[in-house]
């Protein structure tokens, strides 16, 4: 018992990862690491959205919205949050007002009618 258990000791030290084995990339390179307030710029014209990622069950989405820029009130059949990633903005949940700013998160509850307006410009993510 002795022997077998040193064995697949040293079994385990020789061992290489299999991803090495295989000659395949780290399954998180380098090229994967986003700055996130980097990754979308403002526009004049209107708020900015671009999807970042999609789950089997989830999107992430990236959002800019210059110093009074507006998400107009809707609806959404899911439960969702949006993570602040720069400036200030209130988010209007269902007719009471909060105030958000970079580094803060906020729930917003499926079927509730939510808004946004952007009091500096702002960068959010949404996941839902």
């Known amino acids: 018992m002795r022997r077998l258990l040193m064995i697949c000791l040293a079994g ?9 084995l295989a000659g ?7 090229e994967d690491v986003v700055n996130l307030t980097q990754a979308i710029q403002y526009s004049d014209q209107s708020f900015v959205k ?3 990622f999609k789950g089997e069950n989830y999107v992430i989405i990236l959002f800019a919205f210059q110093k009074g820029q507006q998400l107009e009130a809707h609806t959404i ?3 969702a949050f949006v993570q602040v990633l720069e400036g200030t903005a ?9 105030e958000v700013a970079a580094g803060e998160k906020i729930s ?4 509730l009618s939510h808004a946004l307006t ?4 702002f960068k959010m993510l949404l996941v839902k």
């Open 90 to 98: 209130i988010v209007d949940i269902d007719g009471k007002e909060y």
């Open 50 to 52: 671009k999807p970042i």
């Open 24 to 30: 395949e990339k780290n399954p998180v390179a380098r």
């Open 108 to 111: 917003l509850p499926k079927n």
């Open 118 to 121: 952007a009091k500096e410009n």
């Open 77 to 79: 059949p899911i439960d």
């Open 12 to 20: 385990l030290l020789l061992a290489k990862p299999a991803l090495v």
